[in-house]
């Protein structure tokens, strides 16, 4: 019995001993020679096909997997799992076991176990056990040749450096998966927005129809829409076949109103196209221009606020490393100029992709994989100041992450951001991700001595209410809603223009739907704007919006009403300026002038009065003279223009024919006022 029970505990020490050791494949270890026979062809399996230009390490992994059932203590054989699975980038942290236990049974096992080793503690945010990794790597090649691999260890070292300091001040986010109405169980990535995400578009691999056969392995790219209605998304929908052809069609950009569309066809070798909203429907898609297009790999687009300028992605000959940022503008006759790259202080030896200009008009969102970032792709922020671009900025953890962080689009609110990610827990492949900014952390108020000796004898709480947290907001306005005829409510095609009043500069032209006549415009703080809105056989309808540097976030919904150019009709003319007390022009004054003086031109026959109102502060009489020498003046400027007397005429009408109470300031402001009347047409 005592020898038995020795037995036993020899062969467990033995056993025990197998599991630290390495354990070869060979008929010392595996007498049954089929078994070994059937182990080693699928391991030859495998690396066959290892060896193909593009392996697939799924199926590679299959076939070591059935040679690690009869022996899981071999380090070569575990290494090769953990190389599948790392290099299919499905799961990488699913290497690490392997890896582990292969440098545990030979820690020579491969001459990169080490870097392996430190890019799955770098992934699952182990920084320091990664760098100590990455040192050792570094230290087996001492006495080797070193080449770039040596360049890109030391910076991964960096990337595990800054990692350490950003989990430090973690952003206070809400990330949440957008649900089943826009993911499935295929990849979904790529989103962008109008600003003020009332549409989302995406490109999806999902199959067009069911028991749809994939073609090499996997499903063509596709564009697919959803609207927010409610707060809410509805189900996503295949954008139609005008956009989405037989082949691969991803969506890049999205103009702010979502009038203009740049979307992805072909492989790597593929174009950038240009759709517009016809109504309910997209335009036949246009190959952007050669300034735009080149041989090479055009990777990514977006519109500035104003339409003007077009960012997007190249590794073309010439830049500062793989693929750069460029810019280019578009004149008012549709031609593109030369593009510019955006420079050193933007653009790396490395790679930046991914780019998105923010309706702010002056704030760039871009991943990188060359400055700053804690792995993989990082997304960075820069803005336009005093004519350069700043250095750009991490926009910090748990946003961005170790592995690859693309596809960033943010709201002209600044409060949500979307962008598409791949982590446990989603529908399946990588899947759309709405990012909430919380702003920062509300400070927690203690209950005082007196307080806390209180509640002992009456315990209720009394409340305290902690200050209110501001989310830093972008400095803009969003300008929307719809264009419509003022008799029959039915939507106008109309063009929309944006003048710089101070510098009287056309900024932008926009067109609202033809179907629905909805517009957006966007409207960076620091700007007196005028808006003028046209239609054919309407009358302009102005706008005007004096926004200061300091003008936070905020969204005007306004339904414009367009007057048909018939007698009796009288226009507002917003963008009139007179300095206080006086009638003589302001400089400000004159596009809107100009405006008038176009209509006039294109309308010989027409006939027009001029009157001037003000609000019921001062004399009846002094309102009356002012008002009168205010519309003498404009009629003066259309004169010195070049239209004849006979043409205009003007009153002064003081606060006699007010449109709004005079009891409050903004009504007062409505009533200080310039308009026209079409006395013949």
């Known amino acids: 019995m005592k020898k038995y029970v020795l037995f036993l505990i020899v062969i467990g020490i033995y056993s025990s001993s197998l599991m630290s050791q390495n354990v070869e494949f060979n008929r010392d270890n595996f007498p049954n020679r089929s078994v070994l026979r059937e182990a080693i062809k699928n391991i030859n399996s495998g690396e066959k096909i290892l060896k193909d230009e593009y392996p697939n390490y799924q199926a590679a992994q299959e076939f070591f997997m059935l040679a690690y059932k009869l022996n899981p203590n071999n380090a070569d054989l575990n290494y090769k799992i953990g190389y599948c699975i790392f290099n299919d980038k499905t799961s990488r942290l699913g290497?690490?076991?392997?890896?582990?236990?292969?440098?545990?049974?030979?820690?020579?096992?491969?001459?990169?176990?080490?870097?392996?080793?430190?890019?799955?503690?770098?992934?699952?945010?182990?920084?320091?056990?990664?760098?100590?990794?990455?040192?050792?790597?570094?230290?087996?090649?001492?006495?080797?040749?070193?080449?770039?691999?040596?360049?890109?260890?030391?910076?991964?070292?960096?990337?595990?450096?800054?990692?350490?300091?950003?989990?430090?001040?973690?952003?206070?986010?809400?990330?949440?998966?957008?649900?089943?109405?826009?993911?499935?169980?295929?990849?979904?990535?790529?989103?962008?927005?109008?600003?003020?995400e009332s549409v989302l578009m995406f490109t999806s691999k999902r199959p067009l129809v069911v028991n749809q056969r994939p073609e090499r392995g996997d499903y063509f790219e596709n564009v697919y829409i959803s609207n927010r209605k409610d707060k809410k998304w509805t189900l996503s929908e295949n954008i139609g076949k005008t956009l989405n052809t037989d082949y691969h069609n991803a969506v890049k950009a999205l103009s702010n109103d979502g009038q203009q569309l740049i979307i992805y066809r072909g492989d790597n070798g593929g174009d950038l196209f240009l759709s517009k909203a016809s109504g309910d429907s997209w335009s036949k898609p246009s190959r952007?221009?050669?300034?735009?297009?080149?041989?090479?790999?055009?990777?990514?687009?977006?519109?500035?606020?104003?339409?003007?300028?077009?960012?997007?992605?190249?590794?073309k000959p010439g830049g500062l490393g793989g693929h750069d940022i460029y810019q280019t503008k578009v004149d008012n006759r549709g031609n593109w100029s030369d593009p510019v790259n955006l420079g050193g202080t933007v653009n790396t030896p490395y790679e930046e992709i991914s780019v998105f200009a923010h309706p702010d008009g002056k704030s760039l969102y871009f991943s990188s994989n060359g400055h700053d970032n804690i792995g993989g792709y990082d997304i960075f922020k820069t803005t336009f100041e005093n004519g350069?671009?700043?250095?750009?900025?991490?926009?910090?953890?748990?946003?961005?992450?170790?592995?690859?962080?693309?596809?960033?689009?943010?709201?002209?609110?600044?409060?949500?951001?979307?962008?598409?990610?791949?982590?446990?827990?989603g529908y399946g492949g990588q899947d759309i991700y709405v990012i909430t900014f919380l702003g920062p952390e509300k400070l927690f108020v203690m209950n005082g001595e007196d307080n806390l000796l209180a509640n002992k004898t009456n315990p209720i709480r009394e409340k305290f209410i902690a200050p209110a947290v501001i989310i830093e907001e972008t400095s803009l306005t969003l300008l929307k809603g719809i264009v419509v005829d003022e008799k029959t409510r039915n939507p106008i095609l109309a063009t929309i223009e944006l003048y710089d009043n101070e510098k009287n500069e056309l900024l932008a032209s926009f067109q609202s739907n033809s179907s629905t006549g909805r517009y957006l415009v966007s409207l960076p703080s620091g700007k007196n704007y005028g808006i003028a809105v046209k239609a054919d056989k309407y009358l302009f309808h102005s706008e005007n919006f004096i926004l200061p540097d300091s003008a936070k976030y905020q969204e005007i919904e306004k339904e414009i009403t367009l007057k048909k150019m018939e007698v009796g009709q009288r226009i507002v003319l917003r963008n009139i300026f007179f300095d206080f007390d006086k009638s003589s022009l302001r400089t400000e004054s004159t596009t809107e002038l100009e405006n008038?003086?176009?209509?006039?031109?294109?309308?010989?026959?027409?006939?027009?009065?001029?009157?001037?109102?003000?609000?019921?502060?001062?004399?009846?009489?002094?309102?009356?003279?002012?008002?009168?020498?205010?519309?003498?003046?404009?009629?003066?400027?259309?004169?010195?223009?070049?239209?004849?007397?006979?043409?205009?005429?003007?009153?002064?009408?003081?606060?006699?024919?007010?449109?709004?109470?005079?009891?409050?300031?903004?009504?007062?402001?409505?009533?200080?006022?310039?308009?026209?009347?079409?006395?013949?047409n």
């Open 95 to 196: 290497s690490l076991p392997y890896f582990e236990k292969a440098y545990k049974l030979k820690p020579d096992v491969a001459l990169d176990i080490q870097y392996y080793l430190a890019q799955n503690y770098h992934i699952n945010y182990e920084f320091d056990k990664a760098i100590n990794y990455y040192r050792s790597y570094l230290n087996s090649l001492s006495g080797k040749t070193l080449n770039d691999s040596s360049a890109e260890v030391y910076k991964k070292i960096n990337e595990c450096e800054n990692g350490k300091i950003l989990i430090k001040k973690e952003e206070r986010v809400f990330i949440d998966n957008m649900g089943t109405e826009i993911n499935t169980a295929y990849d979904e990535y790529g989103p962008v927005i109008t600003a003020d």
């Open 388 to 425: 350069i671009w700043t250095k750009p900025v991490n926009i910090g953890f748990p946003i961005n992450t170790t592995e690859n962080d693309v596809f960033f689009v943010i709201s002209a609110s600044g409060r949500r951001a979307y962008y598409s990610s791949t982590k446990d827990g």
């Open 288 to 315: 952007l221009p050669k300034q735009i297009n080149t041989n090479y790999h055009e990777a990514s687009a977006s519109f500035s606020y104003d339409g003007k300028t077009l960012y997007f992605v190249s590794d």
């Open 596 to 680: 008038l003086l176009a209509l006039l031109k294109e309308n010989s026959k027409m006939k027009i009065e001029i009157s001037g109102h003000t609000d019921n502060v001062g004399s009846a009489q002094y309102n009356k003279k002012l008002s009168e020498s205010r519309a003498h003046s404009v009629v003066n400027y259309l004169k010195s223009k070049g239209i004849t007397a006979d043409r205009l005429s003007f009153a002064g009408f003081g606060f006699d024919d007010p449109i709004a109470p005079n009891d409050t300031e903004e009504g007062r402001q409505l009533n200080r006022r310039t308009e026209f009347k079409v006395i013949q």
